[in-house]
């Protein structure tokens, strides 16, 4: 499938699916604690998003069973809210939201640490993020897709982090997953030319120990094979002439 150029009027739908996602994940942010479950998390943040006239795009995607991923420590993402999974101290929690806007999907992920986190954790945190802010320098037009990748891994690998290589980013619009497949490690090749009006879902992966990841038996959630500690970091970007335009960070965090 060739990767979709989004008009004007589409841009400003999308723009507008992204800014309601930020909220969304503001308020998430806000709820997370040591004693709160997954599932509550999950109840939260599908209420914000139909609260704001959105639908979840998450729930039902391929039988995906709720409205946010939630994915504790060592689990990577697609984590499955439950009602007994309680969030501790000391945890590491990524949350990955997603809604749907007059048609037009929006995608981002934050992991926050419950409560104090060891210094290491909050490493791993710090630079999932920042590999992202890192990966989307090289994200304009006229430059190559996997220059974004490129970047991304040349910033990780400095901290010898595992990047995960079995799920990528993607393009999004009216799907939530379009094309382009977006790795975030290093390619040989240059991939695709950017262009203006182009909307990608950028979401480093990132284990503290090896790449290595497995499913869980419930087919959904990925894990770390070596168990070690996993980060995720995404936002939905527009393709400018100039600098990107983060769509999903609120314009005051850009
Ligand atoms: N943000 C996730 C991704 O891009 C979407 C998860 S789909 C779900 O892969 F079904 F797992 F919710
Ligand atoms: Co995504």
């Known amino acids: 499938m060739a ?15 992204c800014r309601l996602l ?27 998003i139909r609260d704001c006239g959105c639908i979840p795009n998450f729930l039902h995607y391929n039988g995906y069973p709720a409205s946010i991923c939630v994915s504790v420590n060592d689990e990577v993402v697609h984590g499955i809210p439950r009602k007994d999974r309680i969030l501790q101290e000391g945890d590491i929690v990524s949350l990955d939201a997603g809604l749907i806007y007059k048609g037009y999907h929006s995608d981002a992920a934050r992991t926050y ?7 290491e954790a909050q490493q791993l945190i710090d630079v999932t993020k920042q590999s992202f802010f890192e990966g989307i320098k090289m994200a304009k037009a006229g430059n190559h897709l996997y220059d974004i990748s490129n970047a991304i891994d040349a910033y990780v690998s400095q901290f010898g982090y595992g990047i995960v290589r079995d799920l990528v ?32 879902a950028i979401e480093p992966m990132i284990n503290m120990g090896r790449c290595d990841v ?13 168990g070690s500690l996993s980060a995720h970091y995404e936002n939905t970007v527009l393709i400018t002439e100039g600098e990107p335009e983060i769509l999903t960070l609120p314009i005051s965090e850009r």
């Open 113 to 119: 640490g419950v409560g104090k986190i060891s210094a």
């Open 169 to 200: 980013g993607h393009g999004i619009g009216t799907s939530l997953h379009e094309d382009p497949q977006i790795p975030n490690f290093a390619q040989r090749r240059r991939g695709l030319k950017l262009q203006a009006g182009m909307t990608l």
């Open 3 to 17: 990767v979709s150029i989004k008009s004007a009027r589409e841009i400003e739908l999308m723009r507008e699916s």
């Open 214 to 226: 497995e499913w869980l038996e419930d087919d959904w959630t990925v894990v770390a094979e070596d």
């Open 22 to 48: 930020s909220i969304v994940h503001d308020e998430l942010g806000k709820a997370i604690r040591p004693g709160i479950s997954t599932y509550e998390i999950d109840a939260l943040g599908e209420k914000l």
